[in-house]
């Protein structure tokens, strides 16, 4: 088990999220950046589907209340274990009465906190992933006690570290495709989404990020229809708007752009004034 | 009436399937089928299907590599002939309470129209609404069927907060909040009855293809169902409907 002394900011549970419940309205959800999530969780040789603590902006406090072994991946948020320093995508054992902590961000906005066999907090439509009205919890509150698997000693507590790709951080390339709406742009608005560079705006969250540059457009509004984490929306008043992973399963904005998965992982990773270019595959 | 839907890639891994532009029943009804039949068939590589007015999109578990083979599979699926495919409808009858204490805007309505708030309520409960799909909330109804006369414009600035339950018209479409959210339609009432609860085998009760119907209560009634509601006594009046 582990107890949240200090919660931060925006601290939740999530896995791979929920497939299958867009018939009745259920958004996917599940971590936002699932390359830095699945590496956490592989390196703990857990399973994929293992829920991991996804921590945006830092700041937050965890005691062990049962000794296991964890991985940090993701954006780096200076942790801590009893004030030492300690590495990311790297095997750490952690004894009972241990206190983790996240500081000061150096890259990323968000970090991934992966332990032996995953959290167990409940499981709401086959996912542990918390989103508002499904799971009792949207958010992680100070005092939380959360249930962690089973760890073995005899698990191999060799110190494991990976190599990330730095580009995941760094780049300023967001790969997307044609959305289903791309075709009704004029041709200066095409060339204006691929050569404009775009900044990210303070409202970005779980849900969607919006973007300050607009694209001015006389496009019709849509019949509502599906949109999926990474649909780009134009809307009326130029704003775009990238979907997360927590969007609605239909909106009725046009689909101007699809992100990669990796591109989505990668946005996940970039905060507000960060500022990118779409590149069309 | 054509019904020939067109396919487009959406991304890596989902095909977006649209029939002509129009919010029409039997588009939705062919939809219903051609999914069910994609489904039988294509099930082990579809992890989720998103129905909109009229369009129907297909998640795949994997990238699809050649977009141009698995729409010819899908073609050669809908030349098929489901129109045998019965799923079974039903007609929900839910029970709103259109008091005052509820029905917020209702007075101004009436500033913006030529009904009284009496029509309006005798309007919103005499028809039968087609439920098309579910979106914007878990357990949000997109019902169509909304009588001419009931088209209100969006309020211009949303509410922060609608109450769970909140009945509501929106320009021409009308609708039932399941959980409180912010909002810019207009209320008219409120039911005591759950639209989405995920501690229920079906956390949603209607489907896409059912049909929903509003039934006026008091203040009084209301109170009564919410308290049944609550304890789990209410259990809402439905009709198989057969076509």
């Known amino acids: 088990m582990i107890k949240v002394l200090k919660a931060g900011f925006y601290t939740s549970i999530q896995d791979k999220g929920r497939e299958g419940y867009a018939s009745i309205g259920v958004p996917v959800s599940g971590a936002m950046d699932t390359y830095s999530s699945d590496l956490a969780n592989r390196i703990l040789n857990n399973v994929e589907t293992d829920a991991v603590l996804e921590i945006a902006f830092g700041f937050c406090a965890f005691e062990f209340l049962s000794e296991t072994i964890i991985c940090i991946s993701g954006g780096h948020f200076s942790p801590k274990i009893n004030g030492v320093p300690i590495s990311l995508q790297t095997r750490i054992r952690v004894y009972k009465k241990d206190v983790l902590t996240f500081g000061h961000n150096s890259f990323g906005a968000r970090c991934y906190l992966a332990v032996k066999n995953g959290f167990l907090t409940a499981q709401v439509l086959k996912s542990r992933s918390f989103f508002q009205n499904i799971t009792l919890q949207s958010l992680l509150s100070n005092g939380d006690v959360l249930p962690i698997g089973v760890f073995a000693a005899s698990t191999d507590p060799s110190n494991t570290s990976v190599k990330i790709v730095e580009d995941h951080f760094e780049s300023q390339k967001i790969a997307c495709y044609n959305g289903p709406e791309f075709d009704a742009l004029e041709a200066f608005q095409k060339e204006a989404l691929v050569k404009q560079v775009f900044t990210i705006s303070n409202d970005n969250n779980r849900m969607g990020y919006r973007l300050n540059e607009v694209i001015e457009n006389e496009l019709p509004s849509i019949l509502t229809s599906a949109v999926l984490p990474g649909t780009v929306q134009l809307t009326p008043s130029g704003e775009l708007i990238v979907l997360m992973r927590d969007c609605q399963v239909t909106g009725g904005y046009p689909r101007v752009l699809q992100l990669t998965n990796t591109a989505i992982n990668q946005l996940a990773q970039k905060k507000t004034n960060d500022t990118f270019q779409f590149v069309l595959k | ?243």
Request: net charge negative; proline share 5%.
């Open chain 2, 1 to 243: 009436m054509d019904k020939i839907p067109s396919y487009k890639p959406f991304g890596k891994q989902a095909i977006l399937i649209e029939w002509h532009q129009d919010i029409d029943a039997h588009v939705l009804e062919d939809m219903l089928r051609f999914k069910e039949e994609i489904q039988k068939e294509r099930t082990h590589l579809i992890v989720d299907f998103i129905v909109g007015y009229h369009s129907l999109t297909l998640k795949y578990k994997e990238n699809i590599f050649n977009y141009t083979d698995e729409i010819e599979i899908l073609q050669s699926i809908y030349k098929k002939d489901f129109t045998a495919i019965k799923t079974p409808h039903f007609l929900w009858e839910i029970p709103v309470c259109y008091n005052l204490e509820f029905g917020v805007d209702l007075e101004e309505m009436t500033l913006k129209s030529r009904l009284s708030i009496q029509e309006i309520i005798s309007h919103h409960s005499a028809k039968i609404y087609t439920v098309f799909f579910i979106g914007f909330l878990p357990g949000f109804l997109y019902l169509g069927g909304l009588d001419s006369d009931l088209f209100f414009d969006r309020k211009p600035t949303p509410r922060l907060k609608v109450p769970k339950g909140s009945v509501a018209i929106g320009g021409q479409q009308t609708g039932v909040y399941p959980s409180s959210s912010a909002g810019g339609w207009n209320l008219i009432g409120k039911t005591p009855i759950n639209f989405f609860d995920v501690t229920k085998q079906q956390p949603c009760f209607a489907a896409a293809g059912d049909k929903i119907k509003f039934t006026p209560i008091s203040l009084g009634e209301f109170h009564e169902l919410e308290k049944e509601v609550a304890e789990n006594k209410y259990s809402i009046s439905k009709t198989l409907l057969h076509d």
